[in-house]
């Protein structure tokens, strides 16, 4: 299942209770014909550049909503504008955009943005290094500002459209959960067997 690095621990809250579940009812899973297992153990699928996005004020430590400084992150209401200011006032060092990737280890601000860059265009830290190392880091961050407002201005747009229209948000939360009740009816039926419950 695709996670982002910091949704790892969800993922494995997940996993334990289908294994306490294997576990405590195995032999009712067993004589339901359901083999060893009932539930799957699903497994994390972590990849890309930009895995866990750090803040743009403090390349060590992690974005987050719950930082002070609303410098520290791109919101998803977040309009153009407010994203192309946050980027540009992104936290960077001196020193040029190195060539290779190892020479982002020891500058944690480079790296991120580099990731973030990468994420936005569905590429490589290399392939951004490829076209942007050894340049300024005003030129990188101007592409950077263009790409970010491109991909996420469209979000902060959707989600201020969205917002406006709670009773659009309600009908699709309803239609949402219809579905997924009728997707996992059968599963339920069967977790009410193996258990012992008794279905109406």
Do not use: W
């Amino acid at each position: 299942m695709p996670v982002g690095e910091d949704q790892k621990q969800h993922l494995e809250l997940t996993r334990d209770i289908a294994q306490k579940f294997n576990k405590d009812y195995a032999t009712s899973i067993h004589a339901h014909g359901y083999g060893e297992a009932f539930f799957p153990l699903p497994e994390p699928l972590i990849t890309g550049p930009a895995t866990r996005v750090m803040s743009l004020r403090d390349g060590s430590k992690k974005m987050s909503k719950s930082d002070a400084s609303d410098y520290s992150r791109i919101n998803l209401t977040d309009d153009a504008d407010a994203i192309a200011q946050k980027i540009r006032k992104a936290k960077t060092d001196p020193a040029p955009l190195p060539n290779e990737e190892a020479g982002l280890a020891p500058r944690p601000e480079a790296d991120n943005l580099v990731g973030i860059y990468a994420a936005l265009a569905g590429t490589s830290k290399q392939a951004v290094l490829r076209e942007f190392g050894g340049g300024p880091f005003s030129s990188f961050k101007a592409a950077l500002v263009d790409l970010a407002v491109a991909k996420l201005g469209p979000v902060g747009a959707e989600m201020t459209r969205l917002v406006a229209d709670p009773a659009y948000i309600d009908s699709v939360l309803g239609e949402g959960a219809a579905r997924a009740q009728a997707i996992a009816a059968d599963t339920m039926k069967a977790v009410k067997d193996i258990v012992g419950f008794v279905r109406r």
